[in-house]
C-alpha cells in the first residue's frame, strides 16, 4: 500500500513539473518582453532545481546538492546580468559599485 501511494506521489509530481516546464517554455518563447522572458527562464530553472530535490528525495541521496547550487547560481548571475542590460537599454546609467575602479 505504501508503495502505491509513493508511487502516485511520484507520478503526480513529474506531472506537475512537467506542465510547469512547459509553461514556461511557452513564456520564453512567446513573452513580449525581455522581462517575461526571464522570469520564465527563472522558472524553468526553479522547476529543474525541484525535479533534482525530489530525485534525490527518491533515491535518498546527495550526491546532486553541488549541481542545484550551480542551477541557483547561474540563475541568480542571469537575473542580475539582464536587470542591468534592461536597465542600460532604457537610458539609465547603472550606479557604480562603492569601491570599485569606474
Same mark, same amino acid.
Given at each position: 500500500?505504501?508503495?502505491?501511494?509513493?508511487?502516485?506521489i511520484?507520478?503526480?509530481?513529474?506531472?506537475?513539473?512537467?506542465?510547469?516546464?512547459?509553461?514556461?517554455?511557452?513564456?520564453?518563447?512567446f513573452?513580449?518582453?525581455?522581462?517575461?522572458? %526571464? +522570469? &520564465?527562464?527563472? !522558472?524553468?530553472?526553479?522547476?529543474?532545481?525541484? @525535479?533534482?530535490?525530489? *530525485?534525490?528525495?527518491?533515491?535518498?541521496?546527495?550526491?546532486?546538492?553541488?549541481l542545484?547550487?550551480?542551477?541557483?547560481?547561474?540563475?541568480?548571475?542571469?537575473?542580475? %546580468? +539582464? &536587470?542591468?542590460? !534592461?536597465?542600460?537599454?532604457?537610458?539609465?546609467a @547603472?550606479?557604480?559599485v *562603492?569601491g570599485?575602479?569606474?
Amino acid at each position: 500500500m505504501a508503495e502505491t501511494i509513493a508511487m502516485w506521489i511520484t507520478v503526480v509530481a513529474g506531472a506537475g513539473f512537467a506542465v510547469t516546464a512547459v509553461l514556461a517554455l511557452i513564456r520564453v518563447i512567446f513573452g513580449p518582453t525581455i522581462l517575461d522572458r %526571464m +522570469v &520564465a527562464s527563472d !522558472v524553468l530553472v526553479t522547476t529543474l532545481m525541484l @525535479v533534482v530535490g525530489t *530525485e534525490m528525495v527518491i533515491n535518498k541521496h546527495t550526491t546532486t546538492i553541488g549541481l542545484m547550487v550551480l542551477l541557483a547560481a547561474t540563475s541568480v548571475l542571469a537575473t542580475i %546580468m +539582464v &536587470a542591468i542590460y !534592461v536597465r542600460r537599454r532604457q537610458g539609465r546609467a @547603472v550606479p557604480p559599485v *562603492e569601491g570599485s575602479y569606474e
